[in-house]
């Protein structure tokens, strides 16, 4: 059963507007869910978590999550898009057993 | 101070080979994974150890094997390598949190990119 979900494969955007890079879920239990971001070449570099209390999350870089139990939904967003947040973005949860799942990435791309 | 790093960053050989890519963590952590990127960017969990015992071993053909030496240590040793096995192979570590040793974020190695041919 899938456990992560990125519907999303292309996201464009244009510099200094708000972006969002869908993500749902679906695991049993309280989830631990996860952004990441992959630059060109690079590794995997952590954004943000949410693990319990407050739904909206902040992490590095300006970018922010807002978890939804009832839709299940756990979105990056940022107010102001830079070009330089052009990258790979992967969700990813925490199951029981403390495995994690990756979502099949979102690659956004922000214009000039 | 690097991380999570790994060796080599490139790595070309020919097909039924053996090879190793080494991956070391400075971070203290207690888990350490082995993650296979493909072509199309999809990311697949291959391995994790958690105080030197696998944890989690996924439908990964038996041709890859991990070792760990020691807690700060997960190579990836691959036997018979063959085409499909060309990917990007990513190290990553976590710390244990809480009563109940929950694993948390993950720091990941820049990959190694292995050609097959």
């Known amino acids: 059963a899938q456990s992560v979900a990125q519907p999303e494969d292309q996201v464009n955007v244009a510099e200094g507007n708000p972006l969002t890079v869908k993500c749902t879920y679906s695991?049993?239990?309280?989830?631990?869910l996860f952004w990441y971001v992959q630059y060109p070449n690079r590794g995997l570099q952590f954004l943000l978590k949410?693990?319990?209390?407050?739904?909206l999350v902040k992490g590095s870089y300006g970018f922010e999550a807002e978890f939804n139990k009832s839709q299940t939904s756990f979105h990056l967003k940022k107010p102001s898009a830079l070009v330089s947040d052009s990258a790979l973005y992967f969700c990813?949860?925490?199951?029981?057993?403390?495995?994690?799942?990756f979502g099949t990435g979102t690659s956004l791309t922000v214009i000039p | 101070d690097t991380a999570v790093s790994q060796t080599p960053k490139y790595l070309v050989t020919q097909m039924g080979n053996d090879k190793s890519i080494k991956c070391e963590q400075n971070?203290?952590?207690?888990?350490m994974y082995w993650y296979k990127q493909d072509s199309k960017k999809f990311l697949k969990i291959m391995f994790s150890?958690?105080?030197?015992?696998?944890?989690i071993n996924e439908t990964v053909p038996n041709r890859f094997s991990p070792k760990s030496p020691d807690k700060a240590h997960l190579n990836l040793h691959i036997n018979s390598l063959e085409l499909g096995d060309s990917a990007v192979y990513f190290c990553?570590?976590?710390?244990?949190?809480?009563?109940?040793?929950?694993?948390?974020?993950?720091?990941f190695g820049p990959g190694t990119r292995l050609t097959v041919l």
């Open positions: 990553a570590s976590s710390p244990l949190v809480g009563d109940f040793g929950f694993t948390d974020t993950q720091y």
């Open positions: 990813a949860v925490r199951r029981p057993g403390n495995q994690f799942y």
């Open positions: 949410y693990i319990t209390g407050d739904n």
């Open positions: 150890y958690n105080n030197k015992e696998l944890i």
């Open positions: 695991v049993s239990g309280n989830p631990y």
């Open positions: 971070l203290g952590h207690d888990t």
